[in-house]
DNA sequence: TCTTGACTTTGAGTGCACTTTAAGGTGTAT
DNA sequence: ATACACCTTAAAGTGCACTCAAAGTCAAGA
């Protein structure tokens, strides 16, 4: 299948800007064009473009991306520096999961409070009970 | 307990520049002064400016942290809607870590292909099969 | 033929969350 | 005394990731 910018930005949810700006840093590398210069992504193209986007979701920078895409264009040489990157950013993002989950917690603490107000527990800042607890 | 700004900054690892823009925006509408106008934090500051983080770095805008301190000065009257926003912060919240897990499983995926190599199981942009596949 | 609409490019603009600068005040140590 | 290390403010600057504007090309439909 063939696709154009439009079809893609509506398929993956993104704006066709933004998959421009991400072609222009040298995150999509492999778009081809019609004979008139327009982009044309194919199914593959998909792929990878869900990939950039898998890493972006998950905090790695545009730059560290674009870094990752120009050791795919190296070849089979570089594979064990990009495995190296995959397997740092997944840690990231494990270590980014189990913060989250603490912040649930803390978050669940604080509906806690609401619904059933247990003074002593727990207190908004501007809560006359605040400042005397401070002290 | 007193603490300096830059006391503060150390303790929870991140700038007093960082303090000084959150009361400017007020989102720490509680800190006091002391006679020559410097800052003073309390214990009871500290846990808030904590709360604040969680909800900054699950992703709560600045703007709609204001909004809830604002609540907060108003008194008993909005805790419901207190309830509320934090409620919907904590579906966001679960959203944010079910994605993130998605996320993780493919960048398991890419792992495996990195570690085994399977060939048609997955493949790099700028592969030759990668091309050839596509089509 | 002319309009509509989707595409193209370059370059500039936006929004957010800090981050820093500049200019100045205060307290302690040598 | 004078340096140093901390604090203060208002305002300007930075970096990132988009996001858009302007000006143009091209193909299909009325």
New binding site residues.
């Given amino acids: 299948m063939h696709y154009?910018?439009?079809?893609v930005a509506e398929k993956l949810e993104?704006?066709?800007?933004?998959l421009?700006?991400y072609e222009?840093e040298g995150l999509l590398p492999f778009v081809e064009?019609d004979?008139?210069?327009?982009?044309v992504f194919r199914d593959a193209d998909i792929e990878w473009v869900l990939l950039i986007r898998c890493l972006?979701d998950t905090g790695m920078?545009?730059?560290e991306i674009k870094r990752y895409v120009l050791l795919c264009q190296e070849g089979d040489e570089t594979i064990e520096v990009r495995r190296q990157i995959m397997l740092d950013h997944k840690r990231e993002v494990e270590q980014k999961i189990l913060q989250m989950k603490l912040y649930l917690d803390k978050i669940n603490k604080k509906l806690h409070y609401y619904d059933h107000f247990v003074v002593g527990q727990d207190i908004d800042c501007c809560n006359p009970k605040y400042k005397t607890r401070a002290k």
């Avoid at 154009?4 to 079809?7: E, P």
């Fill in positions: 154009t910018i439009k079809q993104l704006t066709a800007y933004t421009r700006y222009r064009r004979p008139h210069g327009n982009r972006r920078s545009v730059a």
